[in-house]
């Protein structure tokens, strides 16, 4: 009666091979839930469920499902990752994204260092086994990849053991990213400067009284010239003439004014030194002076809006209203003339009632209208991402063509599609919470199916080499990860959600990005991404020039 159950759980299948993929999500997952002095591991519980479930020789496991079950999870979490930071993307460089790339390099280049002189210097090690420790101890599955075929062409022979090294090193690799990570977030203790990331993207909203004999009698667009930084003025009030009005650049200021200024963190110092006093009056107080002024956001949700410039839309001609800023998911960007709107986005506008009920029809400020998901360019993207991951880049001296691999190639093309999409006519807007969905879902199939595929390896190679590999694991990934953490903290003075996101960026570890994020409540993907798509390359040649030291 029962053999059919038996048989279930027994014998490879589809089937099997689901339930097995969901029970090791669902223990890790109430793992999850223990805190140790309010600490958790998260879904790296996940990883080592189903290392234990993988080592039950009892039950089978096909390998070909779970490699699929593996790619495609890490395929959806890196592509909504980039769906997430894509807006941004591109701005972060002229914030420290270069700054950022480099420290990447450095962990890397480190991690690389490390494993060479160990396999030099430890005369029982084979170098080229240490090639598939090393991936292991940065959780790099392309890089394993690429050494393996790297191994076959100068040996001509398989390459299970860098295999076996990589099962060995990889668990390491994961929960020693995310100890450092947790041992950063607590050792820092700087909540305040966290929480200035997390505001706004360094969005500042200020009002300056005019003090500076210099702005008396200018225009804000003479004003705007002079300082030469981007800043918006949404209200101007003059108080001798107790008379509110919605400025643009034609309006002249006097002494005594007071200016409503929105402007990013790095530049409002200089605006308030150039003008005048900054003074303590939020919108309730500006709401008082004139109450025929309001703010009110507006929200994007008509397809023929979709890729018009703010310039285009001449919110402040046709309805005398300033927009004070765009918000994108997560992030609020300057409304300079040449930025374009997408679907989702949020328009802040200030004006008086009449305008902003004509702008909302305009704009379409449905919000019910984008319940709908738009499936169609998230498979286009998911489509294009793993063809551009299988492009061959040739490098001259590797034997081998690189490639970005199934990760890099959906970031990248997730990032260039949330950014240039609307330009080209393709819908890329998402929910926050479908993203988000995305991103759990593709980051827990990811880590049960190495978990699972990791098990009986695992163990077997532990016993048959001691602890020698899992403590040469350790260090490939401890020392870099601990000498750049030092170095972007004390002297590149990185903001902790910053340098947890680099970390795992620069480790290729989505296990600890997915930890980082629930630290920083997400703002850890930003520099993830920035880093993640140069440092898959570096990863995949390293690997390759550590198979071609072992030549010599």
Same mark, same amino acid.
């Given at each position: 009666?029962?053999?059919?159950?038996?048989?279930?759980?027994?014998?490879?299948?589809?089937?099997?091979?689901?339930?097995?993929?969901?029970?090791?999500?669902?223990?890790?997952?109430?793992?999850?839930?223990?805190?140790?002095?309010?600490?958790?591991?998260?879904?790296?519980?996940?990883?080592?469920?189903?290392?234990?479930?993988?080592?039950?020789?009892?039950?089978?496991?096909?390998?070909?499902?779970?490699?699929?079950?593996?790619?495609?999870?890490?395929?959806?979490?890196?592509? /909504?990752?980039?769906?997430?930071?894509?807006?941004?993307?591109?701005?972060?460089?002229?914030?420290?994204?270069?700054?950022?790339?480099?420290?990447?390099?450095?962990?890397?280049?480190?991690?690389?260092?490390?494993?060479?002189?160990?396999?030099?210097?430890?005369?029982?090690?084979?170098?080229?086994?240490?090639?598939?420790?090393?991936?292991?101890?940065?959780?790099?599955?392309?890089?394993?990849?690429?050494?393996?075929?790297?191994?076959?062409?100068?040996?001509?022979?398989?390459?299970?053991?860098?295999?076996?090294?990589?099962?060995?090193?990889?668990?390491?690799?994961?929960?020693?990213?995310?100890? #450092?990570?947790?041992?950063?977030?607590?050792?820092?203790?700087?909540?305040?400067?966290?929480?200035?990331?997390?505001?706004?993207?360094?969005?500042?909203?200020?009002?300056?009284?005019?003090?500076?004999?210099?702005?008396?009698?200018?225009?804000?667009?003479?004003?705007?010239?002079?300082?030469?930084?981007?800043? !918006?003025?949404?209200?101007?009030?003059?108080?001798?003439?107790?008379?509110?009005?919605?400025?643009?650049?034609?309006?002249?200021?006097?002494?005594?004014?007071?200016?409503?200024?929105?402007?990013?963190?790095?530049?409002?110092?200089?605006?308030?030194?150039?003008?005048?006093?900054?003074?303590?009056?939020?919108?309730?107080?500006?709401?008082?002076?004139?109450?025929?002024?309001?703010?009110?956001?507006?929200?994007?949700?008509?397809?023929?809006?979709?890729?018009?410039?703010?310039?285009?839309?001449?919110?402040?001609?046709?309805?005398?209203?300033?927009?004070?800023?765009?918000?994108?998911?997560? !992030?609020?960007?300057?409304?300079?003339?040449?930025?374009?709107?997408?679907?989702?986005?949020?328009?802040?506008?200030?004006?008086?009632?009449?305008?902003?009920?004509?702008?909302?029809?305009?704009?379409?400020?449905?919000?019910?209208?984008?319940?709908?998901?738009?499936?169609?360019?998230? =498979?286009?993207?998911?489509?294009?991402?793993?063809?551009?991951?299988?492009?061959?880049?040739?490098?001259?001296?590797?034997?081998?063509?690189?490639?970005?691999?199934?990760?890099?190639?959906?970031?990248?093309?997730?990032?260039?599609?949330?950014? =240039?999409?609307?330009?080209?006519?393709?819908?890329?807007?998402?929910?926050?919470?479908?993203?988000?969905?995305?991103?759990?879902?593709?980051? #827990?199939?990811?880590?049960?199916?190495?978990?699972?595929?990791?098990?009986?390896?695992? =163990?077997?190679?532990?016993?048959?080499?001691?602890?020698?590999?899992?403590?040469?694991?350790?260090?490939?990934?401890?020392?870099?990860?601990?000498?750049? /953490?030092?170095?972007?903290?004390?002297?590149?003075?990185?903001?902790?959600?910053?340098?947890?996101?680099?970390?795992?960026?620069?480790?290729?570890?989505?296990?600890?990005?997915? =930890?980082?994020?629930?630290?920083?409540?997400?703002?850890?993907?930003?520099?993830?991404?920035?880093?993640?798509?140069?440092?898959?390359?570096?990863?995949?040649?390293?690997?390759?020039?550590?198979?071609?030291?072992?030549?010599?």
């Amino acid at each position: 009666m029962g053999s059919w159950l038996v048989n279930l759980f027994t014998h490879t299948s589809v089937a099997q091979s689901i339930i097995l993929v969901a029970a090791t999500i669902f223990g890790g997952l109430a793992l999850a839930k223990l805190k140790f002095k309010g600490l958790s591991l998260g879904v790296t519980w996940i990883l080592f469920v189903g290392i234990l479930i993988g080592q039950f020789e009892f039950i089978p496991l096909d390998d070909e499902v779970l490699h699929f079950v593996k790619e495609f999870g890490l395929i959806l979490f890196v592509y /909504s990752i980039g769906l997430q930071v894509g807006p941004g993307f591109f701005s972060s460089f002229k914030s420290g994204g270069v700054t950022l790339n480099m420290l990447a390099v450095g962990i890397v280049a480190l991690g690389g260092i490390t494993a060479a002189l160990i396999g030099i210097f430890c005369d029982d090690m084979d170098l080229a086994s240490m090639a598939g420790i090393m991936s292991g101890a940065v959780t790099n599955t392309p890089g394993l990849g690429a050494a393996q075929q790297t191994y076959y062409d100068l040996y001509h022979e398989s390459a299970s053991i860098l295999s076996a090294g990589y099962a060995i090193a990889y668990p390491m690799g994961v929960i020693g990213v995310v100890l #450092t990570c947790l041992a950063i977030s607590k050792l820092c203790k700087d909540k305040e400067k966290v929480e200035q990331v997390m505001d706004q993207k360094n969005m500042d909203m200020f009002t300056i009284e005019i003090r500076n004999n210099a702005c008396d009698n200018i225009t804000i667009g003479k004003l705007k010239d002079i300082l030469g930084v981007k800043f !918006v003025v949404t209200r101007l009030y003059h108080p001798e003439k107790q008379f509110m009005e919605v400025p643009n650049d034609a309006s002249v200021l006097s002494l005594g004014d007071r200016i409503y200024v929105v402007c990013d963190k790095a530049s409002s110092q200089n605006v308030e030194m150039c003008t005048g006093n900054r003074i303590e009056m939020n919108l309730d107080e500006w709401d008082l002076l004139d109450n025929r002024l309001i703010s009110k956001k507006l929200k994007v949700t008509r397809s023929e809006v979709e890729g018009k410039t703010i310039a285009e839309m001449n919110f402040r001609g046709n309805y005398n209203l300033n927009i004070s800023r765009v918000i994108r998911g997560d !992030v609020s960007i300057f409304p300079s003339t040449g930025l374009r709107v997408a679907l989702g986005d949020i328009i802040v506008v200030v004006g008086n009632e009449q305008g902003i009920q004509q702008a909302a029809t305009y704009v379409g400020n449905a919000k019910a209208k984008l319940n709908e998901p738009f499936l169609m360019p998230i =498979f286009l993207g998911i489509m294009l991402g793993v063809i551009l991951g299988c492009v061959p880049l040739a490098i001259p001296g590797v034997p081998i063509p690189v490639k970005l691999g199934l990760a890099g190639g959906p970031l990248v093309v997730a990032i260039l599609m949330s950014r =240039f999409g609307t330009r080209m006519g393709i819908v890329t807007y998402a929910t926050h919470s479908a993203k988000k969905m995305l991103q759990e879902v593709g980051i #827990t199939l990811f880590m049960a199916a190495v978990g699972l595929s990791s098990g009986k390896i695992f =163990f077997t190679t532990l016993m048959e080499q001691g602890l020698s590999w899992f403590l040469m694991g350790a260090m490939i990934t401890i020392i870099p990860v601990v000498i750049i /953490s030092l170095i972007g903290r004390f002297f590149c003075k990185l903001e902790v959600p910053q340098l947890l996101g680099l970390l795992s960026g620069g480790m290729t570890d989505p296990a600890a990005l997915a =930890f980082s994020n629930t630290i920083t409540e997400g703002k850890a993907s930003l520099s993830y991404a920035t880093v993640y798509p140069l440092t898959m390359f570096c990863r995949i040649l390293c690997a390759q020039v550590i198979i071609l030291l072992s030549v010599g």
